[in-house]
């Protein structure tokens, strides 16, 4: 079974990922990993399609980011639709215990200081940049399981629901 967990940045993707892979035996991956390199610097084009070919490849996983790739390939993909006020208030919750560090799941010497100005525009413009884009992805493919998290109540339902693929 392969797992997206998807969403904006501080939607709680690498929280719920790390739980389900923990829950189900599954590996999990973090998109960080391969998407970053030391000081937020991105993966060359090339470097960042071997990583993802190798990780689709691989017969079970979860795995937290946003990627097409990575959603063609998924089985099930949950869609975390958080609210940017939700979304900016655990970023910073977050830069404030790894301002000055990496946190986990990240290459070293990633601080968040050094990116939060991206992070604020990739929250920002997450409604109307990204999230009709993974809507359209889901319309193509109606073989794949997608499960749609927009409340603490869709959220605590996860945890009662079947995956099938």
């Known amino acids: 079974m392969k797992v997206l967990v998807t969403g ?21 991956y973090g998109l960080d990993a391969i998407v970053w390199q030391e000081r937020w610097r991105k993966t060359p084009g090339h470097m960042k ?7 689709i490849a691989q017969p079970d996983w979860v795995i ?23 979304c900016f208030w655990r970023v910073m919750r977050r830069n404030y215990r790894y301002l000055f560090s990496s946190r986990p799941g990240l290459p070293a010497n990633c601080p968040e200081i050094l990116i939060l ?14 999230r009709p884009k993974i809507l359209a992805e889901k319309a193509r493919r109606n073989k794949q399981q997608f499960i749609h ?16 693929s």
């Open 8 to 28: 904006n940045a501080g939607s709680g993707k690498s929280t719920l990922s790390k739980k389900l892979a923990a829950a189900s035996g599954l590996p999990w």
């Open 49 to 55: 399609k071997q990583r993802l070919d190798r990780l």
């Open 64 to 86: 937290d980011g946003v990627s097409s790739e990575l959603q063609a390939a998924a089985d099930v993909i949950i869609f975390l639709d958080v609210p940017r006020r939700v």
């Open 117 to 130: 100005p991206r992070l604020i525009k990739i929250i920002w413009r997450f409604p109307s940049a990204v």
């Open 149 to 164: 998290i927009a409340t603490k109540t869709d959220l605590q339902q996860l945890s009662h629901r079947q995956f099938h």
